[in-house]
């Protein structure tokens, strides 16, 4: 049965990959599953139908037949678990590229949301030349971790996995604050990821929505 997913009708970042059906998105492309995309603006977001889907009015969902999820992990989560590639088959391991899910989005991501949170709604704000430096230093302290535990290495523990792939997700966020570019094994590392055949797949899907030349 083919998924359909939802994404924006018009993405804020037009479309940079920044939204989070990339996400899904690109775990489908890496998996070879074809998805639907039902396309919602903000307004649609915020009504019945959409809540029944998600109820904090928010993108991406995942439909297929009866099974209904929100929350981009959880659904980069189901499709690692019904197709081969997205996690690894050993049970330590699996483990331990599951724990890189959370870290992406529980311990990483927070700091760089926050970041580009600030530069949207407090810009303006009288506080915000002296808030700026502590969000940007939250976000250096975590990079700087990242960074360590990568080293040298490819990809975060192993093969390419849905770790990786919420990480990479989450560390373009932080690319358009500047704060990237002082971890170049980081840098490198997202480079690898973008390089992806699937990713590529998938940031030309989302942006042609944005262009209004979606197939
Ligand atoms: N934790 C959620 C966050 C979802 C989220 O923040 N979606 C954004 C797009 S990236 C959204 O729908 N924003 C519109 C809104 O909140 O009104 C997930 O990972 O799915």
């Known amino acids: 049965m083919t998924p359909t997913i939802t994404a924006f009708e018009q993405s804020p970042d037009r479309g940079q990959g ?20 039902r396309l919602v603006s903000f307004a649609a977001m915020k009504r019945p139908a959409h809540l029944a889907l998600n109820p904090f ?4 969902t995942w439909e297929e037949g009866d ?40 311990t990483v991501e927070p700091p760089i949301v926050e970041r580009s949170m600030v530069g949207i709604l407090e810009r303006d704000e009288p506080w915000y030349a002296q808030r700026l430096p502590a969000v940007e230093q939250r976000v250096r302290h975590r990079l700087a971790q990242l960074s360590r535990r990568l080293g040298d290495a490819q990809w975060l523990d192993g093969a390419f996995s849905a770790g990786d ?24 590392y997202l480079a690898r990821a973008e390089a992806r055949p699937g990713y590529r797949r998938a940031f030309a ?11």
């Open 67 to 106: 099974l209904v999820l929100f929350e981009s992990a959880a659904i980069v989560f189901h499709i690692a678990q019904q197709h081969a590639g997205l996690l690894p088959d050993e049970a330590s391991a699996r483990s331990r590229a599951i724990a890189w899910m959370f870290a992406a989005l529980n």
């Open 57 to 60: 009015g928010q993108i991406p």
């Open 165 to 188: 792939l919420l990480m990479a997700t989450v560390l373009l966020r932080a690319r358009p604050t500047g704060l990237l570019d002082g971890y170049p094994n980081l840098c490198a």
């Open 205 to 215: 899907a989302q942006l042609a929505v944005f262009n209004g030349t979606q197939g």
């Open 18 to 37: 920044l939204a989070r059906d990339m996400r899904v998105r690109w775990a489908l492309e890496e998996v070879g599953q074809p998805y639907d995309v």
